[in-house]
């Protein structure tokens, strides 16, 4: 067998071979454009989402009882609906929740058993002797019972919809009265708006990584980081560990079906008379990992096209109001992209090695999924590793297994984006693999070269390694 100098040019040849015979089918043509019409929509899906369900509204009938319910009583439940200080909504916006008072409550009722409304929303105050108000005796309770939560002067609710009782609906309505009804008490006790306001106030947390600022030249997140800052980085992170992962089992699985086509044809005993084994197995891992590229680079375009595309999309759909801006995605730097590139083109070539020798001790296409089996579970295993490690990536099990080769590409990424890594961890951890990655080629080469010659047998590990000792 030649040295790594003796690649080329077959290799580029056989790589131009396989790249172009799959670039040129028609499921190759058809299965990129559909992936990528759906990357595409997935893009804008939200937008879609979000318009079809603000174009459903619910809408609730308020009725009040007594002539000393606070007068903003309507703003209040609207601000805890809807998140907005008022029940005035802007032209040509949408709102999940409409709310509207009526003093009719048996055409209330009427209109709710017609469907013209989809809730009715009954308040009442509870008297001294604590009986429960007729008006608001609902849902089984008796005119005479009382709440044990409810003292004397507390307002009381009642609610009737066309739904179950722990629904999305009766959930946002619970929290709309209690907090209507923690105001109104706050209020009867002689605290004022402003000081309501000072009262609920969220506290005051700032947050440091001691260990970030101690590795202060580190190229992971360090510092402090806010909910969203955290919760993009997750994101983020499991976004490009997913991409990795679908690389390596979708195209090391293609690198093993053209090994397994050709040695099932007998062509392959043909390009060994013109070609080194090590020569085939570097050309087939090449121009099909270009051809699995070209598919990805595609999907990719178009799903980054999809998501330029939300904000227009919504600001035309659902207005400027409610279409612009949205959550910036922190976790994307340049140092981030440019390890993602490394890991995901390394952690692609050092599996498509070992497929491209398990797909060479098969005679059989159908017996592909079988060979690679253990070659799936062990990516599975990085991957669900990384899964875990987002929740801790600084734990001392992460940043053992992220200088592992065959974990890395997965684990160093994670910490990369949601911990602290320092370069020379990085840089030690794409040495590692780079040096794995000959000792692969080495050894898959070996056992390329004596796999691709047993054909209608059964191929033992024995029999594999006896035939991989003798050099060709």
Known sequence: MRGLRGLWPNAGYIARREYQARVRGRSFFFSTLILAVVALAMGVAPVVIQYLSQGAQTRIAVYATSSDI????????????????????????????????????????????????????????????????????????????????????????????????????????????????????????????????????????????PKARAASGGTGAGGAQSDEDQVSRVLVATALIVLIFIVVISYGTWVAMSVAEEKSSRVMELMLSAATPLQMLSGKVIGNGLAGFTQYLAILVAGAAGLLLQGPVADAVLGAANGAGGPSVTGVTVPVLLAFGLFFVLGFALYALLYAAAGSLVSRQEDVQQASMPLMMLSMVGYFAATFAIQGADAPWVVALSFVPFFSPYLMLARLILGSVAPWEVAASVLLLLLTIVVALWVAARIYSAGVLLYGQRVGIRKVLAAARVAR
């Open 70 to 209: 606070p007068a903003d009583t309507l703003q209040v439940l609207d601000a805890s609906l809807f998140g907005a200080s008022s029940v005035g909504d802007t032209p040509g916006t949408r709102r999940q929740f409409q709310l509207s008072m009526t003093t009719d409550l048996a055409a209330a009722e009427a209109q709710l058993m017609d469907g013209k409304i989809d809730g009715l929303l009954r308040i009442c105050r509870l008297p001294a002797d604590g009986s429960m108000p007729a008006a608001c005796a609902v849902g089984g309770a008796s005119a005479g019972s009382g709440q044990a939560s409810a003292a004397p002067g507390d307002l009381v609710f009642g609610y009737q919809a066309d739904t179950t009782a722990n629904g999305r609906q009766v959930f946002f309505v619970r929290q709309a009265v209690n907090t209507l009804a923690i105001q109104d008490r706050l209020a009867r006790s002689g605290i004022d708006p402003q000081g309501q306001s000072r009262l609920f106030a969220a506290a005051s947390l700032s947050f440091a990584n």
